[in-house]
């Protein structure tokens, strides 16, 4: 409360007593009706006398002022009681020094206010590290002339989000990109660890592939996603290019001094340890099927079987396309090939148990076939219609390794 008067009268004593006598009331109601504990306070100013020349008593005034001030609201003795204890948050929310009282209670059991909750400090604020980091901290709290101790415990556990585009595309046999448009964020703000898995990926051969990501945060949690990788082909091959890259090689691998069983087996130990098998990729474009052999050395048995047949028929190398129908429904292509002993089957694929079909006969094959039945025992059964019968006598044995084999 604050009170100002202005008095003006004849004589100065009259002026005096009036103005303690005001002085004296309204300090007395200001003590009866003023709120528990104010401390109020008065303010007079002197008091101003001024006579004219003729003697006359001049105007005089006087002012006074009260105030009344109250003492600010302190915090309860028994605070630490309204603390929840060690106080656990997730990484990336934010955190208040209130978050650690039960608020609710102080002010409905102890009267505390909204504005003497925010003078509770923080003796260090949290860093931006600290709020992302999972882990213990030790925290003091202010308030007022105490000073409470507890602990901030950041636990992680919400997982990275991954977002992928719906497909991806590259060209064929050209490098690719797989993080194209690909994001992944986290709460902890940290270096998250990123895989990629793109095994079944062909890059040597048109088609869509799935391609797979896990992210991983440095609390452990785990995010996947899948996309699909469109590879186009970029390039059409042609004939005369096959025919360039097939004598180039020929030139590597073939002396003039060799027999034709010398020459086949030179063809089947690059073709068998060079072209790798994508047996999920399908052309049979015959141009295409070369040229992934001898360009991009990836493919299937059909690629294969094109890519040696091809070879041997430089070396002038005869022989004949075979095809059986596997159990699965699955097709199968392979060649017998003439030598000087005679027909034999010749098979550059990569074949389970590490059998090198490398011109072996009815009687091998088959003893193959049905050591491994989950390939089907007429793996090497086929229509014998138009076919050449072929040798027994055993001019590579079953064991046989190619040069990547016996390294």
């Given at each position: 409360?604050?009170?100002s008067m202005s008095f003006q009268?004849?004589?100065?004593?009259?002026?005096?007593?009036?103005?303690?006598?005001?002085?004296?009331?309204?300090?007395?109601?200001?003590?009866?009706?003023?709120?528990?504990?104010?401390?109020?306070?008065?303010?007079?100013?002197?008091?101003?006398?001024?006579?004219?020349?003729?003697?006359?008593?001049?105007?005089?005034?006087?002012?006074?002022?009260?105030?009344?001030?109250?003492?600010?609201?302190?915090?309860?003795?028994?605070?630490?009681?309204?603390?929840?204890?060690?106080?656990?948050?997730?990484?990336?929310?934010?955190?208040?020094?209130?978050?650690?009282?039960?608020?609710?209670?102080?002010?409905?059991?102890?009267?505390?206010?909204?504005?003497?909750?925010?003078?509770?400090?923080?003796?260090?604020?949290?860093?931006?590290?600290?709020?992302?980091?999972?882990?213990?901290?030790?925290?003091?709290?202010?308030?007022?002339?105490?000073?409470?101790?507890?602990?901030?415990?950041?636990?992680?556990?919400?997982?990275?989000?991954?977002?992928?585009?719906?497909?991806?595309?590259?060209?064929?046999?050209?490098?690719?990109?797989?993080?194209?448009?690909?994001?992944?964020?986290?709460?902890?703000?940290?270096?998250?660890?990123?895989?990629?898995?793109?095994?079944?990926?062909?890059?040597?051969?048109?088609?869509?592939?799935?391609?797979?990501?896990?992210?991983?945060?440095?609390?452990?949690?785990?995010?996947?996603?899948?996309?699909?990788?469109i590879i186009e082909d970029a390039?059409?091959?042609?004939?005369?290019?096959?025919?360039?890259?097939?004598?180039?090689?020929?030139?590597?691998?073939?002396?003039?001094?060799?027999?034709?069983?010398?020459?086949?087996?030179?063809?089947?130990?690059?073709?068998?340890?060079?072209?790798?098998?994508?047996?999920?990729?399908?052309?049979?474009?015959?141009?295409?099927?070369?040229?992934?052999?001898?360009?991009?050395?990836?493919?299937?048995?059909?690629?294969?079987?094109?890519?040696?047949?091809?070879?041997?028929?430089?070396?002038?190398?005869?022989?004949?396309?075979?095809?059986?129908?596997?159990?699965?429904?699955?097709?199968?292509?392979?060649?017998?090939?003439?030598?000087?002993?005679?027909?034999?089957?010749?098979?550059?694929?990569?074949?389970?148990?590490?059998?090198?079909?490398?011109?072996?006969?009815?009687?091998?094959?088959?003893?193959?076939?049905?050591?491994?039945?989950?390939?089907?025992?007429?793996?090497?059964?086929?229509?014998?219609?138009?076919?050449?019968?072929?040798?027994?006598?055993?001019?590579?044995?079953?064991?046989?390794?190619?040069?990547?084999?016996?390294?």
């Open positions: 409360m604050r009170m009268g004849k004589t100065v004593q009259c002026l005096r007593a009036t103005l303690c006598a005001v002085a004296l009331g309204v300090l007395f109601v200001s003590c009866s009706n003023g709120a528990a504990g104010a401390a109020p306070s008065v303010e007079m100013s002197s008091v101003k006398e001024e006579t004219d020349t003729g003697g006359k008593e001049s105007m005089t005034q006087i002012s006074a002022s009260f105030t009344d001030e109250q003492e600010k609201p302190s915090f309860p003795r028994n605070l630490a009681a309204y603390l929840y204890g060690d106080l656990h948050s997730e990484a990336g929310s934010a955190v208040s020094v209130t978050d650690f009282f039960d608020t609710q209670a102080l002010q409905a059991k102890e009267g505390v206010t909204d504005e003497l909750l925010d003078r509770l400090q923080l003796a260090e604020p949290f860093t931006d590290a600290q709020l992302v980091t999972a882990g213990t901290y030790p925290v003091e709290i202010l308030a007022g002339e105490m000073r409470l101790k507890t602990k901030l415990i950041i636990q992680d556990t919400t997982p990275p989000v991954i977002t992928v585009p719906d497909y991806l595309t590259g060209k064929r046999g050209e490098t690719i990109s797989y993080k194209q448009g690909v994001t992944v964020t986290d709460n902890s703000r940290a270096e998250i660890s990123l895989e990629i898995n793109i095994d079944e990926v062909m890059v040597n051969m048109e088609g869509s592939y799935p391609v797979y990501y896990r992210a991983t945060d440095p609390s452990g949690n785990t995010a996947e996603a899948m996309t699909q990788m390039h059409v091959p042609t004939e005369e290019e096959n025919r360039i890259l097939a004598k180039q090689l020929l030139a590597e691998i073939v002396t003039y001094e060799m027999t034709d069983q010398e020459k086949t087996t030179a063809v089947f130990d690059w073709c068998h340890d060079n072209i790798i098998p994508r047996p999920k990729a399908v052309n049979w474009d015959i141009v295409y099927g070369i040229y992934d052999g001898l360009y991009y050395k990836e493919g299937n048995c059909f690629t294969s079987f094109v890519t040696s047949t091809y070879l041997l028929d430089l070396l002038g190398t005869e022989s004949r396309r075979v095809t059986s129908v596997l159990s699965n429904g699955a097709t199968h292509v392979w060649s017998l090939v003439r030598v000087e002993s005679g027909w034999y089957h010749f098979d550059t694929t990569k074949l389970p148990g590490g059998y090198c079909c490398l011109l072996q006969t009815d009687a091998q094959v088959n003893a193959y076939a049905a050591s491994y039945p989950a390939m089907g025992k007429n793996r090497f059964q086929f229509r014998e219609t138009g076919m050449p019968g072929r040798s027994e006598a055993v001019i590579v044995e079953s064991d046989y390794q190619s040069p990547s084999m016996r390294r």
